[in-house]
């Protein structure tokens, strides 16, 4: 085993009547491994006898992975996107987990190189990692899945609560972000290029900008700033998981894990288990989130000992979530015009409508978990 450790890449199938916002396939070309390639990284590692090498077309198309089969078991090697790169932020993610797996977290162990047991392999400026594989299944929508995710989201947090890092984490999140600032200014011109005929562009433009700065004073009026950092995954959906039946098998995917409050956790996850979509259409979308898989991942989070979220904290989720579906969507649309499959403007406009049911309901979801 290396020394650090993380897990296997995995995507979530969105079922009908259920989306994520973050799982949702993108349209680029999948990356692969050239044979060249392939044969030099693999002989930096001590994998015994190959008996086949497969594909693994999950997660980041700009990631390539494959998994591949030996007398020693099975493993998942994959090379690192380009911006996903750098050996300090690497080393900071590979440390992160090796601390919590020795804390029996669920994860999988990176395997090392065969001379040095380095958990990264630095070849012609690209970086490989090689897992072992954990099989594992997408998120079922069940409430005992939803409250387990929210359970294994504490566990995290309480796992690292004394964790010193040696690489100075990342900072920064949705809330509050100049990166969604800079998203908003560039929509109008985005959208109008591809749908002049937009009427309505400028005025759902508005709401949206105006409904996520409204959402980011209250969260800080509500005393965010003032209340302390820990280390946060910062990236938590059901695409990040690996289930098997009901529960967690394992966690994947660090490279978001940062510094920042860990309500900023808890409000994205909340979202990301009870959003509710369907289809490629989006206009066919609910505006409502479910509710009880919204009150279960709460529960379960505060179900770990010395856990549980405080007042104020919960005061805060459903405007963070707020910030959350709109970072999510705005910055991939100002850059492309589209979200995944779907036409900028149309997603935009559900998420003026899940904004607006969010604003009228906060109260009363802060309601139903603080009991």
Known sequence: MAGSATSVEAINMARPGSTVVSALARPEERQSFAADELAIVLSHYDLGAIEAIQEFARGSRKAPKVVIRSDRGLFLLKRRATGKNDPFKVAFCHALQ???LQRQFPLAPLVGTRNENNSMLQWKGAIYELFEYIKGGGYDNSLTATLDAGRVLALFHKLLNDYQAEYEPPE????????????MKALPETLSRLRPEADRLDKLVRFIDDSYNEAARKVNDLGLPNWPNHIVHCDWHPG???????????????????????VVDVANGALQFSILGGGDDPAQWPDYIDETRFK???RGYDSVPDQVLSRAELRTIPYLMIEALIAESVIPIAATGVFARMEGLRFLAMVERKVRWLQEHAEHLVATVDQ
Not at 172 to 183: D, F, L, P
Not at 242 to 253: C, E, K, Q, T, Y
Request: glycine share 4%; aromatic share 10%.
């Open 98 to 100: 090796l601390h919590l």
């Open 240 to 262: 990040n998981m690996l289930f098997r039946g009901s529960h967690v098998a394992a966690v994947i995917d660090y490279d978001a894990a940062r510094i920042q409050q860990r």
């Open 172 to 183: 920064g999140s949705y809330h509050a972000a100049r990166s969604v600032a800079t998203s």
């Open 296 to 298: 279960r991942f709460i």
